[in-house]
């Protein structure tokens, strides 16, 4: 069983930045995808980033050259850095653990952008 705890989401001013943090807990014995999703209301989640055990990373379009994912492999820990937000940035973050066969989600962290 794992147990991913998120923190760092909170209300800013557009063109700020925030600082996201999950930390992986309990019984791992590899992690080969943790990535970063959100969700606005009335919308579906989606994709935001993701980063592989090699640090190969993926980005949706709408975060390209504002956002940056990393991993301390050490800590278990996957950061979501996010610069120049705007405020169609807001919604619920997710992390997202995959370590096959098996996913994990963390409680979700709110990320509030005011214009």
């Known amino acids: 069983q794992v147990q991913l705890v998120e923190s760092g989401g909170g209300l800013v001013q557009a063109g700020g930045s925030l600082r996201l943090s999950c930390a992986a807990s309990?019984?791992?014995?590899?992690?080969?995808?943790m990535g970063w999703y959100r969700q606005a209301p009335g919308k579906q989640r989606e994709l935001v980033a993701t980063?592989?055990?090699?640090?190969?990373?993926n980005y949706a379009d709408s975060v390209k050259g504002r956002f940056t994912i990393s991993r301390d492999n050490a800590k278990n820990t996957v950061y979501l850095q996010m610069n120049s937000l705007k405020p169609e940035d807001t919604a619920v973050y997710y992390c997202r653990v995959v370590t096959i066969p098996y996913i994990y989600w963390g409680q979700g962290t709110q990320v509030t952008v005011s214009s």
């Open positions: 980063i592989t055990s090699g640090s190969s990373t």
């Open positions: 309990g019984s791992i014995f590899s992690i080969n995808v």
